[in-house]
């Protein structure tokens, strides 16, 4: 069973950085982590993921540039550093997982391991 925690959300100011980290456990080779977010009134937007065997990366539009997502193997940790934050980046982050075999991107839909979620803010 692949477990998923996050941590590193916080209160920025418009125009800090924050890095979120997220410890998976349970996971085998051939998964992909996903950062997603949720604000209030909105869908759930996939924000980034990651391959956990090539590191190959993918963004979504509205934080290509700005944000970056890495994987540590020997720590079992993904984090995503987010740079130059704006107010609407202000959500709940999450992170998750799903096994993926193949060599393209897996859709945001097929994430079915989720962690508890971290509070992002962006607010002066």
């Known amino acids: 069973q692949v477990q998923l925690v996050e941590s590193g959300g916080g209160l920025v100011q418009p125009g800090g950085s924050l890095r979120l980290s997220c410890v998976v456990s349970?996971?085998?080779?051939?998964?992909?982590i996903a950062w997603f977010r949720q604000a209030p009134g909105k869908e759930r937007e996939g924000v980034s993921c990651i391959s956990t065997n090539t590191g190959r990366t993918y963004y979504a539009d509205s934080v290509k540039g700005r944000f970056t997502i890495s994987r540590d193997n020997a720590k079992n940790t993904v984090y995503l550093q987010m740079n130059s934050l704006k107010p609407e980046d202000t959500a709940v982050y999450y992170c998750?997982?799903?096994?993926?075999?193949?060599?393209?991107?897996?859709?945001?839909?097929?994430?079915?391991?989720w962690g508890q979620g971290t509070q992002v803010t962006v607010s002066s």
């Open positions: 349970g996971f085998t080779p051939n998964y992909y």
């Open positions: 998750a997982a799903v096994w993926w075999p193949m060599a393209r991107q897996p859709p945001y839909g097929e994430f079915n391991y």
